[in-house]
T-cell receptor, first 119, second 112 residues
């Protein structure tokens, strides 16, 4: 079974500094996708960044980058130049293939990390 | 383009009552997923529709939960009868091809 582990229940960072949120995963699939979502206090889930298992380059989206280390099975999120609006819960997730292997199915989520940005 | 919408945003019911949650996916998205997060725990998958068919319902906790997707459009998730442990936030997500999933704002269910 697939498993996602986020070992940091809470993280603090000073505004304008960079922060790394940890995520490790376990899977026997060769093809998978890794996602990061942000959940602010308002509750909605906001997609941030995606990394495919065969992608050779680390994914980047603006201030977000994903430090993908396949051999170590880690997919850490790096947020550069933190802003007060980055304060939120962050979830790492993995996408599985469905039982038939024909289409992508459910996401498996980690426990989440609460990020607090201090002014 | 409208995003995924869920109704109601909050629901408070007594144990033993019935509640029906609704999800309207992004128009044209064949894939629809239900997830829930109970207090302090990770978000867990419930089931996956492709159009009107249930592709994977391995995450449904028990037969008190019934999900339908009429005509491959909106979906409902009924809990009957509700128990205390059903309290949590229920998320719906949709996807055109099963890749990136777009989430709705969630329904916060409280069972008293």
């Amino acid at each position: 079974a697939q498993k996602i582990t986020q070992t940091q229940p809470g993280m603090f960072v000073q505004e304008k500094e960079a922060v790394t949120l940890d995520c490790t995963y376990d899977t026997s699939d060769q093809s998978y996708g890794l996602f990061w979502y942000k959940q602010p206090s308002s509750g909605e889930m906001i997609f941030l960044i995606y990394q495919g298992s065969y992608d050779e380059q680390n994914a980047t989206e603006g201030r977000y980058s994903l430090n993908f280390q396949k051999a170590r099975k880690s997919a850490n999120l790096v947020i550069s130049a933190s802003q007060l609006g980055d304060s939120a819960m962050y979830f790492c997730a993995m996408r599985e293939l469905n039982a038939g292997g024909t289409s992508y199915g459910k996401l498996t989520f980690g426990q989440g990390t609460i990020l607090t940005v201090h002014p | 383009e409208a995003g995924v919408t869920q109704f109601p945003s909050h629901s408070v019911i007594e144990k033993g009552q019935t509640v029906t949650l609704r999800c309207d996916p992004i128009s044209g998205h064949d894939n629809l997923y239900w997830y829930r997060r109970v207090m302090g725990k990770e978000i867990k998958f419930l089931l996956h529709f492709v159009k009107e068919s249930k592709q994977d319902e391995s995450g449904m906790p028990n037969n008190r939960f019934l999900a339908e997707r009429t005509g491959g459009t909106y979906s409902t998730l009924k809990v009957q009868p509700a128990e205390l442990e059903d309290s949590g936030v229920y998320f719906c997500a949709s996807s055109p091809y099963g890749d990136e999933q777009f989430f709705g704002p969630g329904t916060r269910l409280t069972v008293l």
